[in-house]
């Protein structure tokens, strides 16, 4: 039994049991996969994988049973790879972090600078995608850390902690009817086109919440991951924008301005998560230090033993 081996198997079940993706993410060849695989039921005495012909199809019920145990041996030789990194190069090494396009625009620019002034010898790489891929990422031991608003929370695999709370804005072109000294309310917003987050993205499921619980039905026309792509539909006069009070910019943003939606959406919470049992860097504390300056080491290794599931709050 060797390593290559359970990271045949793992891959198998990541990419669908598609045996040409397993082999491009482990830099081998399609029969290199299917012997190391096949190596290893016999060793083990049993099947892995169902199959139908040459192609593998789903899991064996001893092979559901199995891919835990793997997926634990492999996190803890990662896990052993990261202590010898620690103690032999404390200064150098990479750091993934994973995060939604609007933290990666605007929440995260100013921590990696000072991260980088810090640690030039560490790798950093940045990864966005939804929520969603943020968390699979980091399940998939892709990234190092993952930072998000919405949905890390819903996996047990990983530790959350809440970083900062934030609200939203209505952005409009200037001289905008919306910018007369009249209280902003939902019911003037469903006066004109919207264009916000796309679902699951920045705290939309709390705008259409708001809506909803009012009765109104807003009339969203465009929708899209990144603020910044909301704004420029904003310039071009499709509708008003719904963003996330960070991403507007009064420096850079001189075509457009924002009132304060506070009162109309409840608050954001930003989190940062990572692998349950996964050994951190030391480099790593201090980058969610950098982040999230109350989110010491003291406070992370105290979240990261509480019950799997929790959003670890401080």
């Given at each position: ?75 803890g030789a990662e896990n052993l790879l990261r202590v010898g990194e ?156 719904i963003v996330a009070s960070i991403a507007f910019d009064e420096e ?45 080491r003291e406070v992370v290794e105290q979240a990261a033993t509480q ?8």
């Amino acid at each position: 039994m060797n390593l290559q081996q359970l990271r045949s198997v793992r891959e198998a079940a990541r990419r669908g049991f598609n045996l040409t993706e397993v082999a491009r993410a482990l830099h081998t060849s399609q029969p290199g996969v299917s012997r190391q695989i096949r190596e290893l039921e016999q060793e083990l005495g049993f099947e892995l994988f169902v199959r139908a012909g040459k192609r593998l199809t789903s899991l064996t019920q001893a092979g559901a049973v199995a891919l835990p145990v793997i997926e634990g041996i492999l996190a803890g030789a990662e896990n052993l790879l990261r202590v010898g990194e620690e103690y032999a190069r404390q200064s150098a090494g990479k750091l993934s972090i994973a995060a939604t396009h609007s933290q990666a625009r605007y929440a995260l620019p100013d921590a990696v600078h000072d991260f980088r002034r810090r640690y030039p010898d560490v790798q950093l790489e940045l990864h966005q995608g939804s929520p969603q891929q943020v968390a699979e990422m980091l399940l998939n031991g892709e990234a190092d850390i993952g930072i998000a608003t919405e949905a890390l929370t819903e996996y047990e695999p990983l530790v959350t902690l809440s970083c900062y709370r934030w609200t939203h804005s209505v952005i409009v072109p200037p001289r905008h009817p919306l910018l007369d000294d009249e209280t902003l309310t939902l019911e003037r917003v469903t006066d004109y086109p919207v264009i916000t987050y796309s679902p699951g993205f920045s705290g939309r499921m709390r705008i259409d919440d708001a809506f909803q619980a009012r009765g109104l039905s807003p009339n969203v026309v465009l929708t899209a991951m990144d603020a910044d792509v909301i704004k420029t539909y904003v310039e071009l006069g499709l509708g008003i924008g719904i963003v996330a009070s960070i991403a507007f910019d009064e420096e850079r943003d001189t075509r457009l301005r924002a009132i304060d939606a506070g009162q109309l959406f409840p608050v954001n919470v930003t989190r940062l998560a990572f692998r349950r049992g996964t050994f951190l860097r030391s480099y790593v504390y201090d980058f969610i230090e950098t982040f999230a300056s109350p989110l010491t080491r003291e406070v992370v290794e105290q979240a990261a033993t509480q019950t799997p599931g929790i959003d670890f709050q401080i």
